[in-house]
């Protein structure tokens, strides 16, 4: 399992840490072994799944099962000898793609060949449903936070709807009498919104 690029953490309605993983498993390491602390929930900072973190060992091992994968990857020097013929290193990713023979067919008849019609494709189908995409995500992701944090709050169902319903202006008048932390969060998942803005 890959670990995320952020999370945070909230005790009870406040937010405990935010920023990287291993970061905000030792604040929550640290403020669960003070006297009185209050339940305590850890999500993935930008798909607001739970996250559920292994607290064991000292700060290095901490650090370490929750250091990002960059991290801990070795980076090869690139050789200053001289390349021989073929195509340059482009970042480029051989994959199986299977489709019907006359998938094949129109493919190769196009300018370029099959690899140049394959990644248009893709490019123009990533402008057109990008943006969609990436607002169910959104919303799935401030779903998911609101369900852990706030299903049983006041206005919870009604937010919800103006949450799906792209509605941004609806959706922050309910949460207004929120507590700040958390509703501030859910704004910044649901729609892009900086903490503490006014809409």
Do not use: C
């Amino acid at each position: 399992m890959t670990t995320p690029s952020a999370a945070i953490a909230f005790e009870n309605d406040r937010r405990l840490a935010s920023g990287s993983v291993a970061d905000v498993a030792l604040a929550v390491r640290n403020r669960a072994g003070k006297p009185n602390y209050q339940g305590i929930q850890v999500f993935e900072e930008e798909s607001g799944k739970t996250l559920h973190l292994n607290l064991t060992g000292s700060d290095k091992d901490i650090r370490a099962r929750y250091a990002p994968a960059a991290e801990g990857a070795t980076e090869v020097a690139p050789s200053d000898a001289p390349r021989g013929p073929g195509r340059p290193r482009l970042g480029v990713v051989a994959r199986e793609v299977t489709l019907l023979p006359r998938h094949w067919d129109w493919l190769n008849s196009q300018p370029g060949g099959a690899s140049v019609a394959l990644r248009k494709l893709v490019e123009d189908a990533r402008k057109t449903h990008g943006q969609s995409g990436n607002l169910r995500a959104r919303q799935e992701a401030a779903y998911r936070f609101l369900s852990a944090m706030a299903g049983d709050w006041q206005n919870f169902e009604e937010s919800t709807r103006a949450l799906f319903a792209g509605d941004a202006v609806r959706f922050a008048e309910l949460t207004e009498a929120w507590p700040i932390d958390v509703r501030d969060h859910a704004r910044h998942l649901a729609f892009g919104a900086s903490p503490s803005s006014k809409t």
